[in-house]
């Protein structure tokens, strides 16, 4: 057995680097493993099924690098794969370990920012459409009335290095209104995309001073932290050597090249082939 055991972090793309960037930072000794499947991402317009088949696919892999927990830093995996892995797969393939996502600790805090109880979501179609963060958020705090808009255009732009261009301004202004004008009294709206803080400047050019833009980083990063405090049983499992490896089922050049962006530092990444 290998000393290493991370924790890993697995997303479609690029986007869950800005997870992990905020993860890191909270609990820097641990070992990570990051993981995206860049080769076929976005995952956001596929359906269920070939989210749960990729996500399951990834999830094994790590599994096999050594990880006893893994955070889907993929909010349409956490939509659309999480509860099936954890509930069906996860007793058959190793149920001493962990798979987590980012939409319950996102929806377990909302009710902290909003006064008005109207929140936005901004996120992908397969996010929207799962219907993933209303649902979590009754659970946690009913008195919320949840509105939300699907932003297909935004994580090409951002993937494409256009998150900073004039051009990018008409989608994120065109999208940004058309979930405002759902509620005149909505105060605190979520980006449910790992990809969107990035465009966290050009957003606030087209909201109102008095609404709240909340990232997942930090939630994501703060929960872990909690988790592993309530679980040492998982914690004593993860290695603590302060290590980082990146694996992409994509192009390493490309992956190193863009994944700078999102985690703010160079990256020296691996190629992996999954095979089903």
Not at 40 to 49: E, I
Not at 120 to 135: A, C, D, R
Not at 136 to 142: G, Q, R, V
Request: glycine share 6%; charged share 20%; proline share 6%.
């Amino acid at each position: 057995m290998s000393n290493i055991s991370p924790i890993g972090v697995f997303d479609s793309g690029y986007g869950g680097l800005t997870v992990l960037k905020a993860i890191v930072e909270k609990l820097p000794a641990f070992d990570y493993i990051y993981f995206g499947d860049n080769a076929r991402a976005p995952y956001g317009n596929r359906s269920f099924d070939t989210v749960y088949e990729y996500t399951l696919q990834s999830v094994k892999w790590l599994f096999k690098k050594g990880c006893p927990l893994i955070i889907l830093a993929c909010n349409t995996a956490s939509a659309k794969a999480l509860r099936t892995i954890q509930q069906n797969d996860l007793p058959k393939l190793d149920d001493s370990k962990r798979v987590l996502g980012v939409i319950r600790p996102s929806a377990e805090i909302i009710g902290d920012y909003t006064e008005t109880n109207r929140v936005g979501i901004l996120g992908t179609n397969g996010t929207v459409e799962s219907m993933s963060y209303p649902l979590e958020i009754e659970k946690f705090f009913p008195e919320i009335k949840v509105y939300q808009h699907a932003c297909p255009l935004w994580v090409p732009l951002v993937e494409n290095n256009e998150y900073a261009s004039p051009g990018a301004d008409y989608f994120i202004k065109k999208d940004t209104e058309e979930l405002l004008i759902q509620s005149a009294e909505i105060d605190t709206i979520l980006l449910a995309c790992t990809h969107y803080p990035l465009l966290v400047d050009k957003i606030k050019k087209y909201i109102p001073p008095n609404v709240q833009l909340i990232s997942q980083g930090e939630i994501v990063a703060a929960s872990l932290e909690n988790y592993l405090l309530r679980h040492p049983e998982i914690e004593e499992r993860c290695s603590k050597n302060g290590q980082i490896q990146f694996y992409t089922t994509d192009s390493v050049k490309d992956f190193d090249k863009h994944s700078a962006i999102f985690f703010g530092k160079p990256v020296n990444s691996n190629h992996v082939e999954l095979i089903s």
